[in-house]
Structure formats: structure tokens, C-alpha cells
């Protein structure tokens, strides 16, 4: 089956030989290895589905971003970058050791498992560790609704 979305992940022009694994997982999830000055990075990059979508689809999704965490050696270093369709809200509401406390909003529903994933993994969201000017933080405006 063809997928309908997709992702990817730019790298530097300097650093393309550095370059030593990529792998397409679906057409949400994809992965490279970098190795820099001795130190191995691996950047993810996750296209989670929107809200109102099938749950089975957003469960696959976080089962297979987990299996990806979980084959990183404790010895790298990781990075995930994506769009995961939720609002983190502008406080930690009892992950303060995943959010830093500077989101905007409010949170909803569908981004729990984003702040468990993190804790999981003894990850940091770090857009929300430090202050932003509201233009900075709003992605959609319209006369009824800033997002």
C-alpha cells in the first residue's frame, strides 16, 4: 500500500559523508545516524496522525517510534523532531521534568502520550524550557482562534 504522507530530515551539505544509516520506517517515521567528532547522533523525525483519526493508527505509530528509542545504544545521543498534532499547554501540569513550563494554551487530550513518552525515555521538550514571544509560539491565527 502506498503511503499518503511523509516525512524527511535535511542534513547539511558538510555533514552528508557523515551520514551512516537511514532508515524509512513508514511514511511517518524515519531515522538517521550521524557520526560527528567521535560521538554517534540519531535524529528521528515523527509525523504523528491528526486528531480524529483512527486510534489503531496513533497507537502503531507510538508503538513504532518506541521500538526505534528502545535500538538506540545508551552511548548516543537522540534527537526527535516531528509534528505530533498536540498542545502541550503553557504549563507543566505534572511533567515538569519533561515541559519546561513555556507552551501556549492549553493542553489537549491527545498529547498525554507525548509527555509519557518523553518521561519514559527521560526526554525534555525543549521549545517548552524556555520563553517565546507569542508570535513565536502561534502557528495558525484566524479572528476566532490562535493556535
Excluded: C
Excluded at 7 to 32: A, C, F, H, P, Q
Excluded at 37 to 62: C, F, H, M
Excluded at 97 to 126: K, M, Q, Y
Amino acid at each position: 500500500m502506498k503511503g499518503k504522507n511523509g516525512v524527511g530530515i535535511l542534513v547539511d551539505r558538510e555533514l552528508r559523508e557523515s551520514v551512516v544509516k537511514v532508515r524509512r520506517v513508514n511514511d511517518r517515521l524515519m531515522t538517521i545516524k550521524v557520526v560527528v567528532g567521535g560521538s554517534t547522533l540519531n535524529a528521528i523525525s515523527a509525523y504523528a496522525p491528526q486528531t480524529g483519526l483512527d486510534e489503531e493508527v496513533k497507537r502503531r505509530l507510538w508503538e513504532a517510534l518506541d521500538e526505534m528509542v528502545r535500538g538506540i545504544l545508551p552511548t548516543e545521543k537522540l534527537f526527535i523532531e516531528g509534528d505530533f498534532n498536540g498542545h502541550i499547554g503553557s504549563s507543566d501540569g505534572g511533567y515538569g521534568e519533561v515541559h519546561g513550563g513555556f507552551g501556549f494554551g492549553d493542553r489537549n487530550s491527545g498529547v498525554t502520550s507525548l509527555l509519557d513518552f518523553a518521561r519514559a525515555f527521560e526526554l525534555v521538550i525543549v521549545n517548552s524550557m524556555f520563553p517565546k514571544r507569542e508570535e513565536h509560539l502561534v502557528t495558525f491565527r484566524s479572528m476566532v482562534v490562535k493556535n
